[in-house]
């Protein structure tokens, strides 16, 4: 897939969340990814920046061993989408999670997601990944 420099861009700010932030839940890293007036629409997290540092560190004292598995990132324009699993402790079936995120001036400024948990068993025997 071939991608425009603003998508190529938005594709590594994502990227980079996820590296430095999300799979290390460094709350201390959130501002170089994340723009002030940050749009939250998730109903897992309260809204605005500020609220995700105390979110990530919220979720880091639960569980410090999480992990987000990438397993596709997509980008169309000024928003990137990207499909993984999270595990809150070894051996979780954890969350299947989409995210999309908005992009702009090198900064994420809205996010939203769709969770679901990973089951067990079921009558489709296609992973959600």
Request: aromatic share 10%; glycine share 6%.
């Amino acid at each position: 897939m071939r991608y425009t420099a603003e998508e190529q861009a938005n594709l590594d700010l994502v990227s980079g969340l996820f590296r430095e932030v999300l799979n290390p839940m460094d709350s201390g890293a959130v501002d170089r990814f994340i723009d002030p007036g940050y749009i939250q629409h998730s109903q897992l997290a309260p809204p605005g920046r500020d609220a995700l540092k105390s979110f990530l560190d919220m979720i880091k004292g639960a569980s410090p061993q999480a992990v987000h598995d990438v397993k596709r990132m997509f980008a169309d324009g000024d928003h990137v989408i990207v499909h993984y699993h999270v595990r809150r402790w070894p051996d979780d079936n954890g969350f299947a999670v989409m995210d999309i995120f908005r992009c702009a001036n090198g900064l994420i400024v809205e996010h939203w997601d769709v969770t679901m948990d990973v089951p067990t068993e079921g009558p489709n025997p296609n992973s959600p990944f």
